[in-house]
T-cell receptor, first 114, second 111 residues
């Protein structure tokens, strides 16, 4: 099992450019999440999904969109990147079992917006 | 008040020492609790879940005190490889599928 994978690992964008971050999991998890992590701010939830075809807003959704067309994939889009979106982005997934609320993370994408 | 509070440290300890981290959470209705470990520039990794009765995994012991809304992590016989940031995590009281993250406690184990 690869677990949770993320592509790309690194990216540099200019202000106003767009990009899509891809997250894939092979654990058959129902729940998937996108976080950003900034120094001194901890992990903040951007969007999450409770199943294929569903998405919901997290704590900091503005400037991001997501899609979950397949159970194993969760995409995060930046339509018009801003320097404030420079961050490390982590994807996570969580099992479906009752009480199984722990989350498993991908290796992250380091995004710089200039 | 932050929902999950941790002492940021850093804790500097020699190899072989015992070190304890504490964490408090604000919502008494939170149901599940975890400790994660995060190495520099890496993803958080689940270290252990925390159960009401307390639980142990090798050199690591986690305790939960619901009355005081307090979670602890004890590391015995510290190794150099234990150097990392330890994140205290609780489930959102209104939605167990959302986690609330502490900012972490930094540990450096020195030779």
């Amino acid at each position: 099992n690869a677990g949770v994978t993320q592509t790309p690992k690194f990216r540099v964008l200019k202000t106003g450019q767009s990009m899509t971050l891809l997250c894939a999991q092979d654990m058959n998890h129902e729940y998937m999440y996108w976080y950003r992590q900034d120094p001194g701010m901890g992990l903040r939830l951007i969007h999450y999904s409770v199943g294929e075809g569903t998405t919901a807003k997290g704590e900091v959704p503005d400037g991001y969109n997501v899609s979950r067309l397949k159970k194993q994939n969760f995409l995060l889009g930046l339509e018009s990147a801003a320097p404030s979106q420079t961050s490390v982005y982590f994807c996570a997934s969580s099992p479906t079992t009752y009480g199984g609320y722990e989350q498993y993370f991908g290796p992250g994408t380091r995004l710089t917006v200039t | 008040r932050k929902e999950v509070e941790q002492d940021p440290g850093p804790f500097n300890v020699p190899e072989g020492a015992t070190v304890a981290f504490n964490c408090t959470y604000s919502n008494s209705a939170s149901q599940s609790f975890f400790w994660y470990r995060q190495d520099c520039r890496k993803e958080p990794k689940l270290l252990m879940s925390v159960y009401s009765s307390g639980n142990e995994d090798g050199r690591f012991t986690a305790q939960l005190n619901r009355a005081s809304q307090y979670i602890s992590l004890l590391i015995r016989d510290s190794k150099l490889s234990d150097s990392a940031t330890y994140l205290c995590v609780v489930t959102n009281a209104g939605n167990n599928r959302k986690l609330i993250w502490g900012l972490g406690t930094s540990l450096a184990v020195n030779p």
